[in-house]
C-alpha cells in the first residue's frame, strides 16, 4: 500500500532493473489445476519487493516465509529479489520487469493505486479461479477486497494491509514551545500557528514536515496534497459524473498552504524536503533525534522504532502524540485521513502463476499475516489478526490509526490517476520553489489533466459525489 506508502518494509530505495537476468525457465513438472493447495511439483519462484533505506522488516518476513514455504513444498525455490529504488522508479522497474516472461517475477508487490493501470497495460494476471477455491479469502475486510479489484470486476492481488494518515508531534518541543501535550488542532490555521509558535520559541527544530515534490513521489501526492485538498469542499475525481475536478478552488486552497509553509520557513529547505531519502530520514533520524516537531505522515512509520525496525527507539511511544489532520475550517468530518494499500499480485507472464499462488497463500495465513501487520506496522485487512488481542496491543498508537478508517478516503484508483499524481507533484515542487504562483500551477495542472483524460468533456467543476 504511499500508495501505501511504506518507508519501513520497503515502504518505506538503487538502480537495478534489477541486475535482472533472465527469469528461470521453472519446473517441466505439470502444475495443478488453478486454486489448488500444493504445487505437483518443485517450482523456482521469483518474488519481487521495493527495498528502500535501512528497513529490514519485509525482508525478514519473507525470509521467513520462504523457509516455510520450501520445507513443505520439497525441491522448490524461492527466490527474493528486492528492487532497490525509491517509491516510483520501484513502479518504473517493475512495470519494466513485467513487460517480458524473460523478466517477469512469479510474485511482484503492486500498490493498490497502481492496479488499473497496470491492468491496462497488460502486467497483472486475475486472481479469481484461485480466490473462489480458497477458504481464507472470507476473512478479508471487503473494502480491502475492492482496493485489489480492477474495473473489470476481477481482482488482481491478496492485500497485505492498510494504513492510515495523520499527524504526529513531540510532546517534548510542544512543552519547550508552550504548546499543550494533548494537541487537539480543528483547523489548519491551528496547524500553522503550531509550527510557527515552534519556529519562534525552539529554534534549531523543525516545526513542520510534510512530503513534497518529485523525489519523494505518491508520498507527495497522497500523504502531502491529497491529505490537504480532501480536507476542502473539493475533490480530485466525481464519482457521480465520472469526471475529473479541475478549476476547484480547494486545489489551490491547498496549494497555498504548501507556499505557507515552505516561504515561511515551517517546513525542511527546499533542497532537504527534495532528497529521495527524505522519508527514510524522518523515520530514522529527524523524529527519533527530535529535530522535527509536526509530522503529517503514516499509521506505519512507527515500524522503524521497534525492536526489528531500522532505528529501535523505546521512548518513541511517550515522547511522541498522535492527532488528525483537522480540515481546512473545521467543517465536513473535522479530520480526513488517506488510505493505501498494497498486495500480492501475480504478473500476466509469470512462469510460474499455480506455485506462485501457493506462495501467496503461505505468505496470507493467519499467523503470518498477523506477524506482517506487527512488525510492519500495518493496519489488518484479516479480520481474525484485526480481532487478535496480540495484534491490538502491539503498539500504543494502534487503535488511534484503525480508528481514522471511519473518516478515510482513498485515491480514485483509475488508469489515469498515475499521470495525474505525476501532475499534481509537479504543481506541489513548482510552488515550494517559488517557481510559480498557486494560482499558475493551478491553471497548469488543470490542463495538463485535460490532456491525460481526454479534453474538457471528461472534465468538471463540480466535486460532488466522494
Not at 365 to 388: E, F, L, W
Not at 392 to 398: D, I, Q
Request: net charge neutral.
Amino acid at each position: 500500500m504511499v500508495t501505501r506508502k511504506r518507508f519501513i518494509a520497503a515502504a518505506a530505495a538503487g538502480a537495478l532493473l534489477l541486475g535482472v537476468s533472465a527469469c528461470s525457465q521453472g519446473s517441466t513438472t505439470k502444475q495443478p489445476d488453478a486454486g489448488s493447495s500444493q504445487s505437483s511439483g518443485p517450482a523456482h519462484i521469483k518474488i519481487a519487493y521495493q527495498q528502500w533505506g535501512p528497513g529490514v522488516v519485509m525482508k525478514n518476513f519473507l525470509t521467513g516465509v520462504k523457509t516455510e514455504y520450501e520445507a513443505a513444498h520439497p525441491g522448490s525455490q524461492v527466490e527474493i529479489v528486492p528492487v532497490v529504488a525509491s517509491e516510483n522508479d520501484y513502479y518504473t522497474k517493475i512495470q519494466l520487469m513485467m513487460r517480458s516472461p524473460n523478466t517477469a517475477p512469479d510474485i511482484v508487490y503492486e500498490d493498490t493505486f497502481l492496479i488499473n493501470s497496470d491492468i491496462t497495460a497488460g502486467y497483472l494476471k486475475p486472481l479469481d479461479d484461485y480466490i473462489g477455491k480458497w477458504d481464507q479469502w472470507d476473512q478479508f475486510e471487503d473494502t480491502a477486497k475492492g482496493a485489489a479489484r480492477g474495473q473489470d470486476g476481477k481482482t488482481y492481488g491478496v492485500p497485505d494491509g492498510t494504513d492510515t494518515r495523520a499527524l504526529w508531534y513531540n510532546k517534548e518541543i510542544f512543552k519547550k514551545a508552550g504548546l499543550p501535550a494533548d494537541w487537539q488542532p480543528k483547523t489548519w490555521d491551528d496547524v500553522l500557528s503550531a509550527a510557527r509558535t515552534i519556529k519562534q520559541k525552539v529554534p534549531g527544530v523543525i516545526p513542520f514536515n510534510m512530503y513534497s515534490g518529485k523525489p519523494m513521489g505518491e508520498a507527495s501526492a497522497m500523504q502531502g496534497f491529497e491529505m490537504l485538498l480532501y480536507g476542502t469542499k473539493d475533490t480530485l475525481y466525481n464519482y457521480d459524473q465520472k469526471k475529473w475536478v479541475v478549476g476547484s478552488q480547494g486545489f489551490k486552497d491547498s496549494l497555498n498552504f504548501v507556499k505557507t509553509v515552505f516561504s515561511e520557513g515551517l517546513a525542511p529547505s527546499p533542497k532537504d524536503a527534495l532528497s529521495p531519502n527524505m522519508g527514510s530520514k524522518v523515520g530514522t533520524e529527524l523524529l527519533p533525534q527530535q529535530k522535527l516537531a509536526i509530522d503529517l505522515d503514516g499509521s506505519w512509520i512507527y515500524g522503524n522504532w521497534l525492536k526489528s525496525g531500522a532505528k529501535p527507539w523505546p521512548q518513541w511511544s511517550t515522547v511522541l502524540g498522535q492527532t488528525a489532520m483537522p480540515t481546512q475550517d473545521g467543517s465536513g468530518k473535522g479530520k480526513v485521513s488517506l488510505s493505501g494499500g498494497w498486495t500480492w499480485a501475480i504478473p500476466a507472464k509469470s512462469k510460474n502463476p499455480d506455485a506462485a499462488w501457493d506462495f501467496i497463500k503461505t505468505l496470507q495465513t493467519q499467523k503470518n499475516a498477523a506477524k506482517y501487520a506487527t512488525d510492519g506496522a500495518q493496519i489488518a485487512v484479516r479480520k481474525d489478526v484485526a480481532s487478535d488481542a496480540a495484534y491490538k496491543s502491539s503498539s500504543a498508537s494502534t487503535q488511534f490509526f484503525t480508528d481514522l478508517v471511519s473518516v478515510t478516503v482513498y485515491r480514485p484508483a483509475l488508469p489515469e490517476y498515475p499521470k495525474v499524481s505525476n501532475e499534481i507533484i509537479t504543481a506541489m515542487e513548482s510552488v515550494m520553489t517559488g517557481q510559480s504562483q498557486p494560482d499558475a500551477a493551478a491553471k497548469n495542472y488543470d490542463q495538463a489533466v485535460e490532456g491525460i483524460v481526454g479534453g474538457k468533456d471528461s472534465t468538471t467543476t463540480k466535486s460532488t459525489g466522494q
